[in-house]
Structure formats: C-alpha cells, structure tokens
C-alpha cells in the first residue's frame, strides 16, 4: 500500500517536472523564433521575413489538418485502448510519429527552407505545433462525440460516412 502511494506521488512529481520541462522548451523555442524574425527585419529582409510568416501560415494549417484526421481516424480510439490497458502507450507515441511524417510529407522543400531561415530544429517546432494543436482537437472531437450520443444515431459524425457505406 505505502508502496503504491509512494510510486504514485512519484510518477505525479515526474510529469509535473518533464509538464514544466516541456512548457520552457516551447517557451525557449518561440522566443528563438521571434528574435530570428526580428533580425531578419532589422536586416531589412523583409522577403525572409515575409516567407517565414507565411511557413508558419502553412505549417499551422497543415498540422490542425493531419491532427484532426489521425485524432478522428485513430488516436482517440487507441488513446481509450491505452487508458484501459489494452494496449501499450508506444501504440499512441505511433500515433504522434505519423502525424509528424505526415506534415513533413505535405511541406514543400520551400516551405522547410523558410522555417529553417529563422529555426534551427524544424524536427522540434513541429512536434511542438503538434503538441499545440492537439488539445484543441481533443476537445472538438470530445464535443463532436457528446453531441453524436445526444444526438443518437440520427446524424453520422464525418468520421462515421465511410463505416456506414455512406462514403465516396
């Protein structure tokens, strides 16, 4: 029991550390980002400039999409697996890791060249912008969900057309 308890209290001080790790590492990251986008400025390097704004522009489009497809398509789905212990959490990290080559996949070379101006480790902005669209997609598919039960069978969630023969 005191075993338990203590392996418990543990595990929440680890998350809470690697939670608070993770917050400055974002933190660290966008302020590199901005103070790269203020040199590029201040180099009057407007076109640079111009063609980071737009690659984030993109970037955040492209990974609310791929987010919501593999939230809608699979994640939720294994992330209720993992929650009952019916499958291992490497199973939702695969989740992540094919979001990731999914947006790499949909970038164009041009897209990576002009976050690469202004950041270092395009790898880790992003996983971050995959960690930062996330949650929002949680709670859009978890509202979509609730209205479906309220809702009952009457009205198909887009994820549902395709299982039902209802697709194209």
């Known amino acids: 029991m005191l075993k338990e308890v203590l392996l418990t209290m543990i595990a929440a001080v680890v998350i809470t550390l690697i939670l608070i790790a993770w917050k400055r590492a974002v933190e660290a990251l966008r302020e590199m980002m ?89 790898e880790r902005l992003i996983r971050n912008k995959i960690e930062a669209v996330l949650p929002q997609v949680k709670q859009e598919y978890r509202m979509l969900e609730d209205k479906e039960m309220e809702c009952g069978e009457a009205e198909a969630l887009p994820w549902d057309i395709d299982t039902e023969g209802g697709g194209q």
């Not at 809608?72 to 929650?83: E, N, S």
Request: aromatic residues 4%; contains cysteine; hydrophobic residues 45%.
């Open 34 to 122: 901005v103070c790269n986008r203020a040199k590029a400025q201040a180099a009057k390097n407007e076109a640079a400039v111009t063609a980071y704004d737009m690659a984030i522009a993109v970037l955040d489009s492209v990974a609310q999409v791929t987010v919501s497809r593999i939230e809608a398509t699979q994640a939720a789905t294994v992330r209720k697996a993992v929650k009952s212990g019916e499958k291992a959490f490497t199973e939702l990290t695969k989740c992540g890791e094919e979001a990731y080559q999914d947006i790499v996949a949909q970038l164009s070379p041009y897209v990576m060249a002009s976050l690469e101006t202004c950041v270092e480790d395009t």
